[in-house]
């Protein structure tokens, strides 16, 4: 469900982007989604310093630009997953050159 229409999306690409997964929990739930189904408990103990209240702002924001799905099962108690869109899916690459930089950035410190 993207709300955004491109009027109110930056006229730059890379400041569009930025909007998008500009902060660093954003990155953290993607790099995440990008290996498997989450559930919201399982995301939480995975990504060390997120509170709850941030993961769900997070969550719902990236639900809100069609960069990630979410799934409710009626189930008690409910179960609710979360996986990468399309679209989310197709920051893969700019994920993986975000963690190849951070290697080599790092073996130079």
Not at 11 to 40: D, M, S, Y
Not at 86 to 106: A, P, T
Request: glycine fraction near 6%; aromatic fraction near 6%; charged fraction near 30%.
């Amino acid at each position: 469900m993207i709300v955004l229409t491109k009027e109110e999306l930056p006229e730059c690409p890379v400041a569009t982007t930025i909007q998008l997964i500009g902060n660093k929990w954003k990155l953290l739930i993607i790099k995440n989604l990008l290996h498997k189904t989450f559930r919201f408990n399982e995301l939480r103990r995975d990504i060390p310093g997120i509170s709850q209240k941030v993961l769900t702002e997070n969550l719902k924001s990236l639900e809100k630009d069609g960069l990630i799905n979410r799934k409710v099962y009626p189930e008690v108690p409910l179960r609710v997953e979360y996986n990468l869109s399309e679209v989310g899916n197709s920051l893969r690459g700019i994920i993986k050159h975000m963690e190849l930089w951070g290697i080599e950035y790092k073996n130079r410190i």
